[in-house]
């Protein structure tokens, strides 16, 4: 049986310019509106269809480069097409943000924006990196979801997945067992608790501020939902099933949203934190790389 148009979407990771109007794009300017001077160099971890990259580069025109990390080749590609217009303005770089390669560039702004759990367990990685690629006085700025959990690490999206995953028959009792049997863990384990954070950036970073904003979901139908799932999470929950049941569990999740939706006038709501953060001092004196982790 070919692939349904959604399960190509999401290995491809296709259709997140629209998708993430839903949530993500609200923290594009919520971080840039905290870029302070004349940036000349811009690096931002995790970036996606080149967004961000593209926003800097027009509301800032002291910034003679704008650097793009990203592990996925579509996403790479997409953004190559919105940042062709500004030349060698904009570069991006396949990257994994678990293992971080040194770049030759220190940057007035690093940002990172609805990435940092997709790195869980070892954040403290690309906190060490961002401390040695920050410039005197740079800040990074990155947000942060913070879903609740419920006793067994499930939260946020989890939630829908459970009910899509009941709706297809596997008792959601169940679900738990079913996620880790496949090495999925819940996003809302992924999402650290805003304290765990802290104690993990430490020995880089140092809180220069912080804001918080709730980021309520909502939608027009189930199909823009399952669209939303597909272009944000591709097949990471959709891995627990067989090929042959993919494009129905989309199409569950995408009516669970949709239940959620009529019933409560919104699919779901969570606190997003957006840090400002600095180096901490031994690594902008340049007096060494700091402490490097495991
Ligand atoms: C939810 S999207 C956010 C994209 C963009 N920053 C935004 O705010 O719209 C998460 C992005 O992180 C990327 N990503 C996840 N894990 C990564 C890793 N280990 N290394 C590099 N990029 C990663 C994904 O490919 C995806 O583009």
């Not at 004349?38 to 910034?63: K, N, V």
């Amino acid at each position: 049986m070919s692939p349904s148009a959604v399960e190509i979407q999401a290995r491809t990771l296709a259709g997140y310019a629209d998708a993430s109007r839903l949530r993500q794009v609200q923290d594009r300017d919520w971080v840039l509106d905290r870029v302070t001077g004349s940036p000349e160099t811009l690096i931002d971890l995790g970036s996606g269809i080149g967004q961000l990259l593209e926003s800097a580069l027009e509301r800032f025109p002291s910034l003679r480069l704008a650097v793009g990390l990203e592990r996925s080749e579509h996403r790479i590609a997409e953004a190559g097409r919105r940042l062709a217009p500004y030349g060698e303005r904009a570069e991006l770089h396949r990257a994994d943000l678990i293992a971080p390669e040194p770049l030759p560039h220190r940057a007035q702004v690093i940002t990172q924006t609805s990435v940092l759990h997709w790195l869980y367990p070892v954040e403290d990685r690309v906190f060490a990196w961002v401390a040695a690629h920050l410039a005197p006085g740079g800040r990074f700025l990155l947000t942060t979801y913070h879903p609740a959990r419920d006793a067994h690490g499930l939260g946020g999206e989890d939630e829908l997945v459970r009910e899509a995953l009941a709706a297809l028959g596997t008792p959601a009792a169940d679900v738990p067992a079913l996620l880790a049997a496949h090495g999925v863990l819940p996003i809302a384990t992924r999402t650290r608790t805003v304290d765990d954070l802290l104690t993990v950036l430490a020995p880089y970073l140092e809180v220069a501020g912080h804001a918080e904003r709730d980021a309520v979901v909502t939608v027009e139908s189930a199909e823009q939902y399952e669209h939303f799932h597909a272009a944000t999470f591709g097949d990471y929950y959709a891995q627990v099933l067989p090929g042959e049941r993919r494009a129905d569990f989309y199409r569950a999740v995408g009516a669970a949203a949709w239940r959620r939706q009529s019933e409560r006038g919104h699919v779901s709501h969570m606190p997003v934190r957006r840090w400002e953060l600095t180096a901490r001092e031994e690594f902008v004196s340049g007096s060494g790389t700091g402490p490097l982790p495991a």
